[in-house]
């Protein structure tokens, strides 16, 4: 069956007249161009729908400056979106003002709870994170802040670097990926460590100056990890100079604090991962919210974290549920106790500068 307005409207008045939770008021707008919408890119609206001639639905939602989010020409699908849509707007309306219960307790079991409600299907689909009927992946079973989330708090207050970045090939050497984006190498081949460099003197500048001279490096499960605020001007490690190291995954995590950008940037093949969305900005995600396009080239991330959600609602940082995504999807480790004692190596890069404030 084709969409159409009508047929849209039709079938959401059946399900919505069999559910004491929807009514026909939570049907978004519909549109045949998203040009009304797309102007306002300031509202932080909903959903709305646009519907092409050929039965296409196109999903755009106000929460990313009213982006793309889905197109589908499954009839289905499109229901499942807006009820979607509706349970989420409701749970937060009922946890935002239950009592000394804070906005994220219960928020995601709740939208859960109230899709089981309406169609066990729609729930199930909820719960794995995606667009088809799979069953949610296994639980983690393991303290989600072990791996890669620990780090999350202070990386917002860029501490101890502003970037974290990860590569993973064959046989690949952590070394040569330094060395590749500037560092000494007389610095690598002794081995230093962050400790190291912290207790140097002589030097005129107290560590929080050094520290944009300098990084560490590791090699933590299948990643090699360099973590910095600073590369020298001109470094940069290009793809096809990573691909001769046997590089051919990389994920790169930047803070900028002050302006509160977040981005991520995911690599695979020399090719970026991004649905040709551009800058991926962490703070997209909400909680309860799918943050990247649905039954994309990202979608595994939108089910990581669904899974992460489900699994820890006793995190209360979005970064730390967002990390640990992370972790369950890509396998991202960063060795806790090497960096807070300073055991991790590091050095300076060959031609650092110092910060200019």
């Not at 009213?66 to 707007?89: K, P, S």
């Not at 990581?304 to 995190?315: G, S, V, W």
């Not at 967002?322 to 369950?328: E, I, N, P, Q, S």
Request: with cysteine.
């Amino acid at each position: 069956m084709q969409i159409t307005e009508h047929t849209l409207k039709r079938a959401w008045h059946q399900i919505a007249t069999g559910s004491d939770l929807l009514d026909d008021a939570m049907l978004p707008p519909i549109a045949t161009s998203p040009g009304p919408y797309a102007q306002r890119s300031g509202d932080r609206g909903g959903l709305f729908l646009v519907l092409e001639e050929d039965g296409t639905a196109r999903g755009y939602h106000g929460y990313h400056g009213y982006r793309e989010m889905f197109a589908t020409r499954d009839l289905d699908q499109v229901l499942y979106m807006v009820a979607e849509e509706a349970v989420g707007q409701l749970a937060e309306h009922i946890v935002a003002r239950s009592p000394g219960r804070g906005p994220a307790t219960n928020l995601v079991t709740g939208q859960a709870q109230m899709l089981e409600q309406i169609n066990p299907a729609w729930a199930r689909r909820f719960s794995s994170g995606g667009l088809e009927d799979t069953p949610p992946a296994q639980p983690c079973g393991r303290d989600p802040l072990e791996r890669l989330a620990w780090i999350a708090g202070s990386w917002r207050d860029q501490d101890p670097y502003t970037h974290l970045a990860f590569f993973r090939g064959e046989n690949i050497s952590a070394e040569q990926i330094a060395l590749l984006h500037g560092a000494d190498p007389e610095q690598i081949a002794a081995g230093i460590c962050l400790s190291d460099l912290r207790s140097m003197d002589g030097t005129g500048h107290d560590y929080g100056e050094l520290a944009w001279e300098t990084f560490c490096f590791g090699q933590s499960g299948d990643w090699v990890f360099l973590m910095y605020h600073e590369m020298p001007p001109g470094v940069r490690g290009d793809s096809e100079a990573l691909s001769r190291l046997g590089v051919t995954e990389t994920v790169h995590l930047s803070a900028t604090a002050a302006k509160a950008i977040y981005t991520l940037d995911y690599t695979r093949d020399g090719r970026r991962v991004d649905d040709d969305w551009g800058v991926l900005e962490l703070i997209w995600y909400r909680r309860g919210r799918a943050p990247y396009y649905r039954g994309g080239q990202l979608d595994f991330l939108n089910q990581a974290i669904r899974r992460a959600e489900l699994d820890h609602p006793e995190l209360t940082s979005e970064f730390e549920l967002y990390f640990h995504a992370l972790d369950h999807a890509l396998g991202l480790h960063l060795p806790q106790q090497d960096i807070q004692e300073g055991t991790v190596r590091a050095a300076q890069w060959t031609r650092g500068t110092p910060r200019q404030d």
